[in-house]
């Protein structure tokens, strides 16, 4: 049976497991508890009872393997009698539960697996998404939905841009001065705190990212003593000043404050967008060429590009979160990588884009350069990974975060794995859909491309629920990432049957009211099929006014 992410092996055996009400499980709290609360979830709306016993019918044990290329490894034994599973950590255990969710059919109330053996490990442990809560607020209970449809997809990161030009996301108690005309609702720190204690419940780890020095416009309106000085002026509204002792203040107020917050690894200090050669006239041009106190820097120390300074402020952003215990992760695109940079090797380079014409450095924006110089990546490549802006369902099929942009596979080892992005300018949240997430799950998961006419299926089951004569939604749709916007024109490969959409529009609003479905799928796709629907109706009207 094709699922998202695709397993490994998949050998097929006669019968079905059938799920009673009572699922009994043999095994304990501990290692186990990501993968029984992703079970819980999913079965326990349908009246389903998660509970121990001596005689289970879904039984975990721990699998020792010495073999540290396969990241993840497990097995599934699925007999008609009972679900057997070896492996070989917590997060491992939660992806055969989500292997096994996908593997779930229901008919009329009757929930079954199809009985098999399964042997699975991830190809890259870095599968991130990319959620801008800087630009707008987004419920926490909504989040939470995303947090359990990641775990579901095996996904290991979700990276949350907190800092940007409108807004810093968490209401802070370290600098109560950025709490000061917050456009939207600020989150409070116990609020984030509960959503990291529930994204860690889930096997999902919140990377916090704080965005500067550029993109500075609200932290500068906030704290204008962090802007630079041009003859005893303030001046500029894009970047922090780079040679001021307040700015490294106030950045290791924050990242202490942050530490308390999540308990991730990393702090991803992004850094983008320091160089518009396109925009040198206007305020977003770095303002340290024209700052007294930055000018002084760059003759002591011999700086004269935008990448110069900037490594500047990433080596002292990378001692103040050291000195918190963390590990700094920067976008790539303002380091000149042209040239080996003075930074430490233990930086994560977070790539995002190659180099063009009139933005960053002319020829420092290749992956293939970090890597030679013995950086870690994650590949955010946009043309790839920016939701619904570029994603080409039939590009990302092959896409995997060593294929674009090319690079010299004896690299691969280096390149962690991929995240998706959602910004929120675009309101990517909204209709970044579940299928949008599971396709690009399957990508930084396995190196082997996607069958995308499988995936139409399998993501139809795998995200309705659905019963076996279910409609293939993501094939009457035309492709499994719908856009919302009709000017995407999604249904121009849809198949033009008007009976058909009517149909499906009828079951997935009928499923949508028995209220034990997750509305944050079924509504995106009953207003995709809405659209449909009418311009089929269009269709038809002109084709019979045509006399065709
Ligand atoms: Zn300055």
């Known amino acids: 049976m094709y699922i998202l992410p695709e397993v490994k092996k998949y050998n097929s055996k006669e019968g079905k497991f059938i799920f009673n009400s009572k699922v009994t499980v043999g095994i304990s709290d501990g290692i186990y508890s990501q993968g029984l609360n992703l079970l819980k979830h999913h079965l326990n709306p349908f009246g389903f009872e998660i509970i121990k016993s001596v005689k289970p019918c879904l039984n975990a044990d721990v699998l020792h393997i010495s073999d540290s290329e396969k990241k993840e490894y497990y ?3 699925i007999s008609d009698k009972r679900i057997k599973i070896l492996c070989t950590d917590s997060l491992s255990f939660r992806n055969a539960i989500s292997t096994i969710i996908a593997l779930m059919t229901s008919e009329k109330g009757i929930f079954s697996v199809p009985c098999c053996e399964i042997e699975d490990y991830a190809d890259y442990p870095y599968r991130g998404f990319m959620l801008d809560v800087a630009r707008q607020y987004i419920d926490i209970e909504l989040i939470k939905e995303r947090i359990v449809l990641l775990a579901k997809a095996k996904y290991t990161v979700m990276h949350i841009h907190l800092f940007d030009t409108e807004r810093y996301a968490i209401k802070s108690e370290a600098v109560p001065a950025l709490n000061i005309n917050p456009i939207f609702r600020q989150y409070t720190k116990d609020e984030m705190k509960e959503l990291v204690a529930y994204a860690k419940s889930f096997g999902i780890t919140l990377l916090p990212e704080i965005d500067l020095p550029g993109h500075g416009l609200y932290v500068l309106e906030a704290l204008p003593e962090l802007k630079c000085v041009q003859e005893g002026k303030p001046v500029g509204i894009w970047d922090v000043c780079v040679s001021n002792r307040k700015t490294y203040e106030i950045i290791d107020l924050l990242v202490e404050e942050l530490t308390t917050i999540f308990d991730c690894d990393y702090i991803h200090m992004g850094g983008d967008e320091l160089s518009f050669y396109d925009m040198k006239d206007s305020g977003y041009w770095p303002a340290w060429y024209e700052c007294d106190r930055c000018r002084k820097l760059a003759e002591k120390n011999g700086y ?6 900037y490594c500047h402020f990433v080596r002292k952003v990378y001692d103040i979160v050291k000195s918190h215990g963390k590990k700094l992760m920067i976008w790539n695109d303002s380091v000149d990588i042209s040239k080996s940079p003075d930074l430490p090797r233990d930086i994560l380079i977070h790539f995002w884009r190659v180099a063009v014409e009139t933005r960053g450095p002319h020829d420092g924006c290749s992956m293939q350069r970090f890597l030679e110089e013995g ?11 920016y ?32 995240e998706i992005c959602a910004w929120g300018i675009r309101n990517h949240f909204d209709y970044t859909l579940p299928s949008n997430l599971f396709l690009f799950a399957n990508r930084v998961y396995n190196h082997k491309p996607t069958d995308l006419i499988e995936s139409r299926a399998a993501l139809s089951r795998q995200l309705l629920c659905s019963d076996i004569d279910y409609l293939n939604i993501f094939e009457i749709l035309g492709g ?19 009976d058909k959409v009517n149909e499906a529009i009828e079951k997935t609003t009928r499923k949508l009211a028995e209220g034990r479905y997750d509305a944050l799928i079924l509504k995106p796709i009953i207003n995709c099929l809405e659209e449909l629907k009418y311009s089929l109706t269009v269709q038809k009207k002109e084709d019979i006014e045509n006399g065709r």
């Open 75 to 77: 097995k599934i034994d």
């Open 304 to 309: 004269n590009t935008a990448s110069d300074y």
């Open 375 to 385: 950086f870690n990546v994650v590949n955010s490549f946009y043309e790839e990974t």
């Open 387 to 418: 939701a619904d802006d570029y994603i080409s369902e039939s590009r990302l099929a092959k896409w995997t975060p060593i294929s674009s942009p090319e690079i010299d596979l004896k690299y691969s080892g280096k390149v962690l794995g991929g």
């Open 480 to 498: 499994c990432l719908i856009p919302l916007s009709a000017e995407k024109k999604f249904c121009e490969d849809a198949e033009q049957n008007l």
